[in-house]
Every structure is written in C-alpha cells, then in structure tokens.
C-alpha cells in the first residue's frame, strides 16, 4: 500500500493555488474554535452554496438545524461521546445534518419537468437508501461551502443520532446523521495531517 503526503497538482486546476490550499490541501477538520461569532447572513451563504452540487435526480434530502439557543446545544452535548461533547458546547456555530425520509415528496419542486418519477421511490427502503446517500454527499459540500465562506468544520459522527433526533426531529420524518462544528479554528486546532492514498493505490483504469 502506498500514500502520499504532499503531491499538489496546481498545475492541473482551474483555480488559483490560494483557492485550492483554502479548499483542499491546507483546510482540516478544526478540533478547536475562537469565540468569534458566525453570523446569520454567513450561515445562509453556507446552504445557498452547498445547495449546488449535484445529485441523483437533483434530490435534495439534506436538512440542517442551526442550534443556537443555549438550551437546545446543552441537550445536544450531552447525546455525544468523549470530547465531542465540549467541542458542541464551544464551537461558535453547531449544525446537526439529517435526512428527509420523505424526501420524495418534494419532486415536484426539485423535478419539475418529470413529477411523476416520485412513484419510482415509494418503496420505503429503496427511498430511505437513496436518501441516507445522497444527504452524506450534500454533507461533503456542506462542509466545502463552509471553508469557501473561509471557516473551519469539525465533522463529528460520535453521538446518539435517536437522543438527538427527540431534541430537534421529533416529528420522525427527518435522521440526523453527522453534528458540524462550524467557525474560525482556534488555538491548538488542528492534529497532524494523516497521509493520503495515492493515485498509484486508489484508482485503476480499464
């Protein structure tokens, strides 16, 4: 198995070298945040931005929590494991990502030319497959939007996705999947970058 480190085609790329390092090669999951706040206005570029990538039949299963009141993160914290639950108590901004298992009822918006494939995903199974699927995929560009606003996410999966859906998804209709810490990146905030799969390993051609 081999890795690599530190290979960087800027050469290759249609952005400048400062976009691709704010991006890809120089961004990390921040462990730490500064105090300073996100506001309103930077929380709404984040979804009108993540909101364009592509996915399977333009679904758009995604939902986002912004957890704001005192109250609700408190309740939050206390669903996540080790030190997760400090991080959700400190980061400047806290977005807990689920998906709508009735996401198939919104084609008529998403897919307005062809309505009527919404009967292809009454199936429950085969539509909540599809729909845990492409949410993880909008959570990739989720957090892309969130460094090209120029913030730090800190992606965490260690909680209790039922205690945390009766704090902010009680009616059952929505999963959460995966907590974002969101905002400037702190003192101590970043571990060692771990290395990379090379192309060499990783992709093969046919």
């Known amino acids: 198995m081999s890795v690599q480190t530190e290979t960087q085609p800027y050469e290759m790329l249609s952005i400048n070298s400062d976009a691709a390092d704010q991006l890809f090669f120089e961004a990390r999951s921040a462990n730490a945040f ?11 570029a984040i979804y009108d931005t993540m909101k364009m990538g592509p996915t399977l039949m333009n679904n758009q299963p995604l939902r986002i929590t912004w957890v704001k009141s005192a109250e609700a993160r408190q309740k939050v914290s206390e669903t996540m494991a080790g030190t997760n639950a ?18 198939h009822e919104e084609f008529p918006s998403f897919f307005p030319h062809a309505p009527e494939r919404k009967a292809m995903f009454e199936d ?7 729909g845990n699927n492409n949410a993880w995929l909008q959570a990739g560009y989720f957090i892309m939007a969130v460094r090209a606003v ?21 009616d059952g209709r929505n999963k959460s999947f995966l907590i974002v810490n969101v905002g400037k990146p702190g003192v101590d905030a970043w571990f060692g ?4 799969h090379d192309a060499q390993f990783a992709t093969r051609s046919i």
């Open 124 to 130: 429950q199974g085969a539509r909540t497959a599809i």
């Open 86 to 103: 400090q991080k959700a108590l400190t980061a400047p901004a806290l977005a807990i990502l689920s998906f709508d298992t009735e996401w």
């Open 34 to 44: 500064s105090d300073e706040p996100v506001s309103d206005e930077v929380l709404d």
């Open 150 to 170: 120029g913030l730090a996410a800190g992606p965490m999966a260690g909680f209790d996705a039922a205690a945390v859906d009766a704090v902010v998804n009680a």
């Open 193 to 196: 970058r771990l290395p990379r």
